[in-house]
């Protein structure tokens, strides 16, 4: 079936560092894959995306590269603020449409100054 | 733009009882609706998908009696946990979309249910 795994957080990383959440996916077919973002008391955002293979999202400093051949959607950002603490989720559409939204379990991630 | 709450943000009841939690669209009209449910530590679960005037479509293993999805409007949709049991304690989030874009959910920020 369908499915996203995430690493477990949660990540503590010190402000400029790098930046990498794992993320794969099993699917049948051609996925679009998205990463969300929840910031402390607001809900999900979408924060990229990609919708097929090689494509690369970005946003905010924010990268992930669709990699086909390891079923890959790994998130990265080469330097973090403490503004990017939040919990971060890897989502994949097997249904081409909006509400077949399947989500990892989510990491957080926490920024020191 | 395309804003999404919910209300209550916390809800703690009695066993027993009816809690309704509702989701709004508020800048946007939003033809689909979507209830999530998320276990700590675990991902967001799709419930259900409501489509605003007809009857919500229910995921395999979610209980449609028990959890009642009306959608009346186009910014409105609520769930309500029928009977509600400690086991139903758990983060609700529902999503909106905006009628005519697709792969795009606005998210509302939870509502968290505990059941004594």
């Known amino acids: 079936g369908n499915s996203v795994t995430q690493m477990e957080g949660p990540v503590t990383l010190s402000e400029e560092a790098f930046l990498t959440i794992n993320c794969t996916y099993t699917?049948?077919?051609?996925?679009?894959l998205f990463w969300y973002v929840q910031y402390p008391g607001e809900g999900l955002q979408l924060l990229l995306k990609?919708?097929?293979?090689?494509d690369k999202g970005s946003n905010k400093g924010f990268e992930a590269t669709y990699r086909k051949e390891t079923t890959s959607f790994h998130l990265e950002k080469g330097s973090v603020q403490v503004s990017d603490s939040a919990v971060y989720f890897c989502?994949?559409?097997?249904?081409?449409?909006?509400?077949?939204?399947?989500f990892g379990k989510g990491t957080k991630l926490s920024v020191k100054p | 733009g395309a804003v999404v709450s919910q209300h209550p943000s916390r809800v703690i009841c009695k066993s027993g009882t009816s809690v309704k939690i509702e989701c709004r669209s508020l800048?946007?009209?939003?033809?689909?609706m979507f209830w999530y449910r998320q276990f700590p530590k675990q991902s967001l679960m799709l419930m259900a998908t409501?489509?605003?005037?007809?009857?919500?479509?229910?995921e395999q293993g979610v209980e449609k009696d028990k959890f009642l999805i009306n959608h009346a409007s186009l910014t409105l949709s609520t769930l309500t946990v029928t009977s509600a049991h400690p086991e139903d304690s758990s983060f609700y989030i529902c999503?909106?979309?905006?009628?005519?874009?697709?792969?795009?959910?606005?998210f509302g920020p939870g509502t968290r249910l505990l059941v004594l």
């Open positions: 990609a919708t097929k293979a090689d």
């Open positions: 409501s489509n605003e005037g007809s009857k919500a479509t229910y």
């Open positions: 989502a994949l559409d097997y249904g081409g449409s909006q509400g077949n939204l399947i």
């Open positions: 699917a049948t077919g051609y996925p679009s």
């Open positions: 999503s909106a979309g905006r009628t005519g874009q697709q792969e795009t959910q606005y």
């Open positions: 800048d946007f009209q939003a033809t689909t």
